[in-house]
T-cell receptor
Framework: ETGVTQTPRHLVMGMTNKKSLKCEQH?????MYWYKQSAKKPLELMFV???????ENNSVPSRFSPECPNSSHLFLHLHTLQPEDSALYLC?????????????FGEGSWLTVV | SQQGEEDPQALSIQEGENATMNCSYK?????LQWYRQNSGRGLVHLIL?????REKHSGRLRVTLDTSKKSSSLLITASRAADTASYFC????????????FGKGTTLSVSS
């Protein structure tokens, strides 16, 4: 238990569906992240939030829409995804965005787009 | 963009042997971290080494950092079957307020 909880753990969705991934951290952290992990590829940083404000968007397609209502919660809204978007989506948090902070990861949400 | 790159991509050893994984990176860093990931799970932080440090220990883990060669190594001594996992190095980008950039990882398999 890392203090970062992701739901659902597994999600299968059609290309026309709209779904959301949820992340909650109980660590009192101020920075939250979405990473994407595909087979045989490095972890890809998608979004960074600091004190609820988005500070980084790594050229992520608009079919992925993040939302951070407060420092403890982070969502990733999904719509009209493609099969190549199937991957493990990892949420993470750290005390802040400063260098040297340990990043704490959730267990991930396995997404399959059919 | 990818910063760290681990070598080898896969490593198979017997219990009790030592496992060494290497990481090379491209640009200046403030610190380098190693993480572990069990199959299909989230990543877990192992150790952080700062750019002004050359070696750090934590239990059976030993990490070295050579900033002149832009490389780091992770040594796991007396490996156990439970050490089977993927290991990633991660770096910041030597700028304030940046997230970690991970390499592709080394998959370690320890057989009993």
């Amino acid at each position: 238990e890392t203090g970062v909880t992701q739901t659902p753990r597994h999600l299968v969705m059609g290309m026309t569906n709209k779904k959301s991934l949820k992340c909650e951290q109980h660590l009192g952290h101020n920075a939250m992240y979405w990473y994407k992990q595909s087979a045989k590829k490095p972890l890809e940083l998608m979004f960074v939030y600091n004190f609820k404000e988005q500070t980084e968007n790594n050229s992520v397609p608009s079919r992925f829409s993040p939302e951070c209502p407060n420092s403890s919660h982070l969502f990733l809204h999904l719509h009209t995804l493609q099969p190549e978007d199937s991957a493990l989506y990892l949420c993470a948090s750290s005390a802040d965005r400063g260098s040297g902070n340990t990043i704490y990861f959730g267990e991930g949400s396995w997404l399959t787009v059919v | 963009s990818q910063q760290g790159e681990e070598d080898p991509q896969a490593l198979s050893i017997q219990e009790g042997e030592n496992a060494t994984m290497n990481c090379s990176y491209k640009t200046s860093i403030n610190n380098l971290q190693w993480y572990r990931q069990n199959s299909g799970r989230g990543l877990v932080h192992l150790i952080l080494i700062r750019s002004n440090e050359r070696e750090k220990h934590s239990g059976r883990l030993r990490v070295t950092l050579d900033t002149s060669k832009k490389s780091s190594s992770l040594l796991i001594t007396a490996s156990r079957a439970a050490d089977t996992a993927s290991y990633f190095c991660a770096t910041d980008r030597n700028q304030a307020g940046t997230a970690l950039i991970f390499g592709k990882g080394t998959t370690l398999s320890v057989s009993s």
